[in-house]
């Protein structure tokens, strides 16, 4: 009775919007998000601040005008789009991060090489599953990797904002993400490569990723290399024979978003330690071109009376920029005179240089880096252990080919083109240059690791038209330790310019002191005047990222909600997904138990909420969050599991794993998505055996 009065003496509106909302909730809140912005506007917002409140702050906040403008030049309020999507490689973390330009906040980090389990990336979830499995290396299930060179897909040579592609060079593998819903699709394994650095970079209309390797692994002539089986004892007469590189182009397939192995291939190169590729459009398009160092073919051994990798690997004043004609290794391919290795058609070292695939122009010393400006014609390598930034100019590369200009071979017969013939400039720059990036008025960024700056310099014709090209113009100190840097649309016919970020590797004393390990230091700099002009710090604190790729934001057009049922491996209707279905079912398949279920998620209510098995059933759940309304995400986690999943709304996904302890274990929604969420839970009880 006192209840019932207490109750009766709240002032009505109370009692009925309770009611209503609880029965919202228990609804399922279909309009959750939009409700709540009603109620915002309601509020009478303050009065806007005077000129005189916002000199009161700067004092108070001991902040310079130039912070206030830096403020003023990188503030996105709340519901404004960020001008540019920074994909940027997540290094040894194995995962790409997406950021805002000039916002630098971090809108997602995509589970690519390494299990993640807010995506529900590796924990039960059979595509992620799978795809992990399937870029492993047939020797074991690997979970980490070290991402370098994100690429994003290209027609007619421009980013398109379809795909996204990086690479491992941990393990030389490949992976393809899709920039309709940020997710994963496919990994490969580079056959006959251990270690790959190459990056991923996209032919003018994707049809191929090419990447190079890094670490020249072990050969058995005529078979290639294969992980856990190749073996060849390490001496330095036989590195220099049975150790090989690649170049892979493989060919990936939009509409299935995967690659084909079968219709790609390989160029077996001299184990020189490849790295960074690309591949021209233009002039330069149907070739590609690829940095080397240790020419030497030095392979360490301090312990063995030899110097150590870093001092004989430095000898030589010049190395190899590798010259690939891909689009004539594709005929010779076509033409059968490749070889199938481990699954893939390689081009041997001999065909290569028989066929006038390969070439070699001298490059000093140790470099780093390999870029191409937006006209296509020039290629621009940083020096790392010289203070030059070498320009090459592919008029003159195919002018000194056709007329068989060469200055004479490598060890292994590639024919070597006359530096003097094939370079267009050299920029002294600063101390320690590594990678270039290009805007849209013909100049040329360098980022100089040692020096720790940032320098910029003009080009020359077409891309820049000024009477003073291949000149230094401007430099900017960063903070610290640069390596990658990265304007809009770079490395593209179409660099957007405005900003650039410097990808620094040491913060030392840019943030709050957090551990010895520090974040990383993203710099955000205005590029758009004469000189530029450093804007704002961003701690990177989950791993080191090497390259980044920026583009227009209004590219990237991801859908929001998947139609209902869909498996986003394939945006097709998932196999297992029948409308309206939810049940339990036990049987024998090959001569085991399993269990078969449908379950579905809706706010706030997994069905069905008591599954019961017995010990040893292998467990097969097709979850389907039928919502269909934006951002109402459910998870499903199974307690003493390591089961999780993330359902996006729409999506059905298949989680699976055995049975194998008895007890009752609750599983839930893992996302708070309802006021009821706390409710949306379940049991499994696994009957022992
Ligand atoms: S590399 Cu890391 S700083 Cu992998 Cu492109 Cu130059
Ligand atoms: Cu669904 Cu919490």
Request: negative net charge; charged residues 25%.
């Given at each position: ?218 050969w058995?002539p005529g ?21 090989r ?22 160029i077996e190169l001299p ?61 010779v391919?076509?033409?059968?005179k490749a070889k ?6 390689v081009i041997t070292l001999e065909t290569a240089i028989k066929e006038g695939i390969l ?50 071979e490598d060890?292994y017969g590639v024919p ?274």
């Amino acid at each position: 009775m006192g209840v019932e009065k207490k109750e009766k003496s709240q002032p009505k509106e109370n009692k009925v919007s309770r009611r209503g909302f609880i029965a919202a909730a228990v609804a399922g809140l279909a309009v959750g998000g939009a409700a709540g912005f009603g109620l915002s506007r309601l509020i009478t917002p303050a009065a806007p601040p005077t000129l005189r409140q916002v000199e009161d702050i700067i004092k108070q906040r001991n902040l310079q005008p130039a912070h206030v403008v830096s403020a003023l030049k990188t503030y996105v309020p709340g519901g404004m789009p960020d001008e540019f999507l920074m994909f940027s490689s997540g290094g040894h973390s194995g995962q790409v991060m997406v950021i805002g330009v000039p916002s630098m906040r971090i809108y997602r980090i995509i589970a690519v090489f390494t299990p993640e389990p807010w995506q529900g990336y590796g924990y039960g979830d059979v595509k992620t599953m799978k795809l992990l499995e399937k870029g492993s290396n047939g020797i074991r299930f690997l979970t980490c990797g070290d991402t370098h060179h994100p690429e994003i897909s290209r027609t007619n040579a421009e980013y398109d904002g379809e795909w996204l592609f990086i690479g491992d060079k941990l393990n030389a593998r490949k992976a393809a993400i899709s920039l309709k819903d940020f997710e994963t699709k496919d990994i490969v394994k580079l056959p006959n490569t251990q270690t790959q650095h190459g990056g991923a970079c996209a032919t003018p209309n994707t049809e191929y990723v090419a990447c190079g390797s890094q670490f020249a692994a072990p050969w058995e002539p005529g078979k290639g290399y294969k992980p856990g089986k190749t073996y060849v004892k390490l001496t330095e007469q036989n590195f220099k024979e049975y150790f090989r590189g690649t170049t892979t182009f493989l060919r990936f397939d939009r509409k299935r978003g995967k690659f084909d192995l079968a219709n790609s291939f390989q160029i077996e190169l001299p184990p020189y330690m490849q790295d960074l590729e690309i591949a021209g459009w233009g002039p330069s398009d149907g070739w590609a071109f690829l940095n080397s160092i240790n020419t030497e073919l030095a392979i360490g051994g301090v312990l063995e009376g030899r110097p150590p990798l870093e001092i004989a690997a430095s000898q030589n004043d010049f190395d190899y920029l590798h010259i690939i004609n891909w689009k004539k290794a594709e005929q010779v391919v076509r033409q059968g005179k490749a070889k199938e290795m481990n699954g893939i058609k390689v081009i041997t070292l001999e065909t290569a240089i028989k066929e006038g695939i390969l070439f070699f122009a001298p490059e000093p010393k140790s470099p780093h880096g390999c870029d191409i400006t937006a006209s296509g014609r020039y290629i621009v390598i940083g020096g790392k252990l010289e203070p030059l930034v070498t320009v090459y100019d592919i008029e003159k590369i195919k002018r000194a080919i056709a007329d068989q200009r060469f200055q004479g071979e490598d060890p292994y017969g590639v024919p070597v083109l006359r530096f003097e013939d094939v370079k267009a400039a050299q920029i002294e720059v600063g101390l320690g240059p590594l990678h270039d990036e290009f805007d849209d008025k013909g100049h040329g960024y360098v980022s100089c690791f040692i020096s720790n700056e940032v320098v910029k310099y003009t080009l020359g014709p077409p891309d820049y038209t000024g009477d003073k090209p291949f000149q230094v113009v401007d430099r900017i100190p960063i903070h610290y330790n640069i390596g990658h840097l990265a304007t809009p649309e770079s490395n593209s016919p179409t660099p957007k310019g405005k900003y650039l970020v410097a990808l620094n590797k040491w913060s030392v004393d840019r943030f709050m002191n957090v551990g010895p390990l520090l974040p990383q230091n993203f710099q955000l700099i205005d590029i758009s005047g004469e000189k530029m002009q450093l804007l704002y710090d961003m701690p990177i604190g989950i791993g080191e990222p090497h390259y980044a790729k920026m583009i227009s934001a209004d590219k990237v057009k991801p859908i929001s909600v998947y139609e209902l049922g869909t498996d986003p491996e394939t945006f097709q209707r998932h196999a297992k997904y029948v409308e309206g279905k939810v049940g339990v079912e036990r049987r024998q398949e090959d001569g085991r138990w399993v269990t078969e279920v449908w379950m579905t998620e809706v706010r706030s209510t997994i069905t069905p909420d008591i599954i019961r098995c017995k010990q040893g059933d292998l467990l097969r759940l097709h979850i389907t969050n039928i919502e269909t309304t934006k951002d109402a995400t459910h998870a499903f986690a199974v307690a003493e599991y390591n089961i999780m999943a993330s359902l996006e709304p729409g999506e059905t996904a298949t989680v699976e794993f055995v049975a194998d302890k008895p007890g009752v274990y609750a599983f839930y929604c893992v996302e708070f998505c309802s006021p009821l969420h706390l409710e949306m839970a379940g049991w499994l009880e696994v009957e022992p055996a």
